[in-house]
């Protein structure tokens, strides 16, 4: 690459790399999910149970003649390369070119990149933010303005990325704040009341958004949070906690082992312990959210225990090694709609990636760790990057604390974007030089959290790495 600057060279091999992924994945890999949302796609009927701005999306290639989850792989596979490749090139021009390969690496990091490779919201959300962080990088590595464009582009993909998951507005709220303005600590008076602002009027607006403009029929998706919360109140403080459902109906519960601090799934319509949902078919909405905050208001200890013992499983922190919905889904779900799998080859490359995913290294617990440290050493104020990294580290800070509330399964892949964010932000920060005494206190921080991650996979018993195990 003699005669390219090394913006142009780190540009041309992150889209050598998007190449190479679009070649050994295609045509993506369908989710459970992908199948649902497809479907609507073909039957033109939407519903709210999945993000309708994904289907909806969708529907447009469809209508174009290009069916299969092709487009929608290829849309987050160029979006996802693209933020990448500009923060890397962005990085190189600045001449901190090791941060620009670590960038990159970091995108072939195996249980981010096989996580991506699936048509997901989770994959769409994350491509999104990268892409729309890419660009703000470009211009602010080199202390220039965003300009109008730019700055119209970003916005497109932070919206999309707030409506293509229910609780990416935890993630998005602090990152918009920082892109479109420079992070400086001593603003946080300002920056804090309006990340709230944007957090609650993002949660009263989805509905109508989702409901009114992209057409979608409510599904009852939001109580799935209250039947899980409530189940686990009812767990802990006995049948008589939550009147909303006879006593009997939660003895029936222990009586069948069916509470997991887990996943809400096992109520679903059709799963062994179905009868929960069965017994509130037809109540009224506001009747099954008063219950719910009269259970938690009157019995807040077993709540808190409840969202711990989650909180604990999702972030990947307390549990054995082979812990479910880490490994990368490598074919898609059989499917009467002609929705494809990539080649043989993906599944081998995936079972690596699930062992990375299971380490302690690839815990969500150790990326939250991650992004605190950068939080705590950070100087936005002295260097541009460092004013890049804080949102980046806030973004996956406020994500990964959501689920202490709202959280009702623990795929790995719900964590995607906060992880790639956190070790990115942790790439711009040591861009600079850093206080020697406060690096090592962040460092023994990050060993006690791996330490203590390796020591419970070492000593827990194995679960199973699928689906099937969590629901028995």
Not at 83 to 96: M, N, T, W
Not at 392 to 398: D, E, F, K, N, Y
Request: glycine share 8%.
């Amino acid at each position: 690459m003699r005669g390219f600057s090394p913006a142009a060279r780190f540009g041309l091999a992150s889209a050598l790399l998007c190449a190479i992924v679009l070649l050994f994945f295609w045509p993506g890999v369908a989710h459970y999910d992908s199948v649902a949302q497809y479907q609507q796609v073909v039957s033109g009927s939407y519903y709210d149970w999945h993000p309708p701005i994904m289907a909806r999306l969708w529907s447009l290639f469809h209508a174009l003649g290009w069916s299969g989850q092709g487009p929608m792989f290829l849309l987050q596979t160029l979006l996802y390369w693209t933020g990448l490749g500009l923060l890397a090139a962005a990085l190189a021009r600045g001449g901190a070119r090791i941060a620009a390969v670590a960038v990159l690496a970091l995108g072939l990091w195996p249980p981010a990149l096989g996580w991506q490779a699936v048509v997901v919201k989770d994959g769409q959300m994350t491509a999104a933010l990268l892409a729309a962080t890419g660009l703000v990088a470009w211009q602010r590595l080199q202390a220039k303005r965003l300009g109008r464009i730019r700055a119209a582009a970003v916005l497109v993909l932070l919206v999309y990325a707030v409506l293509v998951r229910s609780n990416a507005i935890f993630a998005v709220a602090p990152l918009a704040v920082g892109l479109f303005a420079p992070w400086r600590w001593h603003d946080w008076r300002s920056r804090v009341p309006l990340i709230g602002a944007a957090t609650l009027a993002t949660l009263a607006l989805s509905p109508i958004i989702n409901h009114g403009v992209l057409g979608a029929e409510a599904s009852g998706v939001e109580a799935t949070q209250p039947i899980f919360d409530m189940a686990g109140i009812a767990h802990r403080e006995g049948p008589d906690a939550v009147p909303l459902l006879p006593p009997g109906t939660w003895r029936k519960l222990e009586a069948q082992r069916c509470f997991s601090s887990i996943l809400w799934d096992i109520f679903s319509i059709g799963k062994r312990c179905d009868f929960i949902q069965d017994g509130l078919t037809g109540r009224p909405r506001q009747e099954i959210f008063s219950a719910w905050t009269d259970a938690i208001r009157e019995h807040p200890g077993a709540y808190l225990s409840h969202r711990l013992a989650h909180w604990n499983a999702t972030m990947r922190w307390f549990v054995p090694w082979h812990f479910p919905q880490a490994v990368p889904q490598a074919e898609s779900l059989p499917n009467k709609f002609g929705l494809r799998s990539p080649g043989q080859h993906v599944a081998g490359y995936d079972r690596f990636a699930g062992w990375l995913a299971n380490s302690p290294l690839g815990a969500p617990i150790f990326a939250l760790a991650v992004a605190l440290a950068v939080l705590a050493l950070a100087r936005p104020a002295q260097s541009a990057a460092h004013g890049l990294a804080v949102p980046l580290a806030l973004s996956a800070t406020a994500m990964e604390l959501s689920f202490l509330v709202v959280s009702i399964a623990i795929d790995w892949r719900y964590h995607l974007w906060s992880m790639l964010a956190a070790w990115l932000s942790a790439i711009l920060l040591v861009t600079e030089p850093l206080p020697g005494r406060r690096v090592r206190i962040a460092l023994a921080g990050l060993a006690l959290i791996a330490f203590t991650a390796l020591a419970a996979r070492l000593m827990l018993p194995p679960i199973g790495d699928d689906y099937a195990a969590l629901i028995r």
